[in-house]
């Protein structure tokens, strides 16, 4: 597609020089121009083809993406809460003497383990268990859990004020009388 791209857009700029008004008006030009405008017809329908080409090997794929894409319910506040945490950074410990399982986020928020394991298994984050449990695995959000918090941002509902511009670009000082 991309090489008929190319074609017009040569046939297009040659089109615009010969009508530039650059050349003397006489017979040839008038018979280049037909011709250039005649490629540059043939070029636009071997792009079109091309772009139904593409359209049509593009169909399934997205037909299998719209299909296999998970109908994801809203997130909970509680769960809002926790992805936020551990976007901000957490980690998954295990102690080392009673082996209970904890994860604590850099802002010392504390998320449970099953709420860990849910939203694992959802999909909306990961844990690097190349670091041993008893050191510390970092915790932290799939591209999924970043687009699940998008959603729920709200958008800002004031607008900074934009200052004075630059004295002179924009204004005008009075001259002075003397």
Do not use: W
Not at 92 to 99: A, K, N, R
Not at 147 to 158: D, E, K, S
């Amino acid at each position: 597609m991309a090489k008929t791209q190319i074609g017009v857009t040569f046939y297009l700029r040659l089109l615009n020089r010969l009508t530039s008004g650059e050349f003397d008006v006489d017979d040839a030009l008038v018979t280049r121009t037909d011709r250039t405008v005649d490629q540059l017809e043939d070029a636009t329908n071997a792009r079109d083809a091309a772009a139904q080409k593409v359209l049509a090997a593009l169909e399934p794929i997205e037909v299998a993406a719209a299909t296999s894409a998970p109908q994801t319910e809203p997130l909970s506040t509680d769960d809002q809460a926790a992805l936020l945490a551990i976007a901000r950074g957490a980690k998954h410990y295990e102690h080392l003497l009673t082996g209970r399982m904890s994860v604590t986020a850099a802002s010392g928020t504390r998320i449970s383990p099953a709420k860990l394991r849910r939203l694992e298994d959802a999909g909306l984050v990961v844990r690097d268990t190349d670091h041993p449990v008893h050191a510390g695995q970092p915790v932290a959000l799939t591209d999924a859990g970043c687009a699940a918090l998008f959603p729920n941002r709200r958008t800002p509902t004031t607008q900074a004020s934009k200052g004075p511009g630059r004295l002179g670009a924009s204004q005008s000082i009075p001259a002075q009388r003397r």
